[in-house]
Structure formats: C-alpha cells, structure tokens
C-alpha cells in the first residue's frame, strides 16, 4: 500500500497530522534511512523503513483483537470519565481502534476490538441476523413458558419488539430463587438482554457475552485481558460476516 509519510506516522500513532507535519520539517524522520522530503512523500508500507525519532515504524493496516471485556469498563474509544476497552490496549499500534458493538459498563465477555470498518459495518447490519450468545445469571426462577415466550418474539416495551431467540435453561436453584442460563439473540438492541428478563418480571445480576458469530471467546482470557485474533479467526468472521 502506498500512503503519504504525515499519514503512515499519524496512523501509527506519532501525532496529530500536524504535529508529525512538524517533525518532519524538523527533520526527525528518515525514509530508508534519508532525511525525509516532505509529508506528501508516498511510502510504500511493504517495501520503505520508516524512523521516527531514531525509532523504526512498522505500519499496520488492520488491527484486530478479541478481549474478555471486565466489568467497570466503557464500550467506547473515549469517555471522560471511565476508562475504555480501547485503554486495556496497551500494545495497540492503531489509533483509530474502536469495539464491534457495545456491552453495559457491568457486561463481561467477548468483544471485538479493531479498526476494520467494513467488518463491523457486516456483524453490526441487523440484516445479517448475527448470533450473540450470553451467558447470565438471573435472579428468580427461568420457567420453560420464557423458553416458549423467548422462542415467539417477545414484547418487551414500547420500544422493542424483541425477535425470536434461544433461550437455554442451566441451572435452577429454587431455595435461593435464582436461575442460569444461555440465550442467543439476533439484535443487539440498548440492554436488550436486560429488557427481555425485565419483560417476563426477572432480573438479570451477571452478564456475560460468549461469542459473536463464529467468533468464540476464549475461554484462557481472564477479565482484562486480550489477544489478537488468529487467521482461523478473522477468516471465518469476514466469510460469515
Ligand atoms: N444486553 C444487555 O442488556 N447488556 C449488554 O451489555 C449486552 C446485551
């Protein structure tokens, strides 16, 4: 790929446009070790050594990561107050880095984390109808009338007429009136999976989200942490998607 030297260094994360512009007037940046010409001069990302500051850039197109999202973490690239899944990121070469989606503050569990628009665009389009599997912890007892309710598309609110989706019972424990349970929906509306316990007079007090497509969380990641997805992965996904 071939882009010019002001947006190789801003994409990878070395300033503004106008400070990298600044750098390179400055004289801090070598194009296969020779004082760059300029911030329009076109490098080719495959074949050029780029150095800011003495330090070798590698350019990145495309970034993608799968991260067990913690609790008390914003689905969001910036946030005022709370700290963001795009902050966990430390290795991160990418700046335009944003989640597939969004999970609650509270929400645990699979997120998908990258710069690929076109991706996100295919597994967001409510069109495409693509799987979410949460797994949750319910505080009153998950009869199989919900199964059924679940299973016919539930009126939830004024504003959300929830589509058919699975619901697994896991566990039920009725001394201390709480349930377990696995449900797949096709949507991703505001707290939809919260919406549709509250609809049928439960509560949900843990969420956490599974997988996403043919995208599975793995299960080695501890709340927190991340990787990059493998090539299996992201091949899939982008087939499915
Ligand atoms: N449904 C919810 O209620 N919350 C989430 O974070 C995701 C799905």
Redesign the pocket.
């Known amino acids: 790929m071939k882009l010019r030297l002001d947006k190789y260094l801003a994409d990878m994360g070395c300033g503004t446009r106008s400070e990298v512009k600044a750098e390179i007037r400055r004289g801090s940046v070598t194009v296969d070790g020779i004082k760059a010409k300029g911030s329009e001069q076109k490098i080719d990302t495959d074949t050029d050594t780029v150095c800011f500051k003495g330090q070798t850039v590698g350019y990145v197109a495309m970034e993608y990561y799968m991260m067990n999202k913690p609790a008390g973490v914003v689905?969001a690239t910036e946030d005022n107050r709370d700290k963001t899944v795009i902050d966990l990121i430390e290795d991160k070469k990418r700046k335009d880095l944003f989640p597939v989606g969004?999970?609650?503050k509270?929400?645990e569990g699979l997120l998908l984390i990258t710069n690929d628009g076109e991706l996100a665009h295919r597994l967001l389009a409510p069109k495409k109808h693509v799987g979410?599997v949460?797994y949750a912890k319910i505080d009153g007892i998950v009869t199989e009338d919900d199964v059924k309710a679940f299973k016919a598309g539930l009126h939830v609110d004024d504003t959300l007429e929830a589509k058919p989706a699975n619901l697994k019972i896991l566990k039920v424990d009725t001394a201390q009136h709480t349930s377990e349970i696995e449900l797949e929906?096709y949507e991703?509306k505001?707290?939809?999976?919260?919406?549709?316990f509250e609809a049928v007079d439960k509560k949900?007090t843990y969420?956490k989200?599974l997988s996403m497509g043919t995208l599975q969380l793995d299960q080695t990641l501890k709340t927190g942490q991340y990787r990059t997805l493998t090539a299996d992965e992201l091949e899939e996904l982008k087939t499915y998607g």
């Open positions: 689905s969004r999970l609650d509270d929400t979410k949460y929906i991703g505001f707290h939809q999976v919260k919406r549709m949900v969420l989200r």
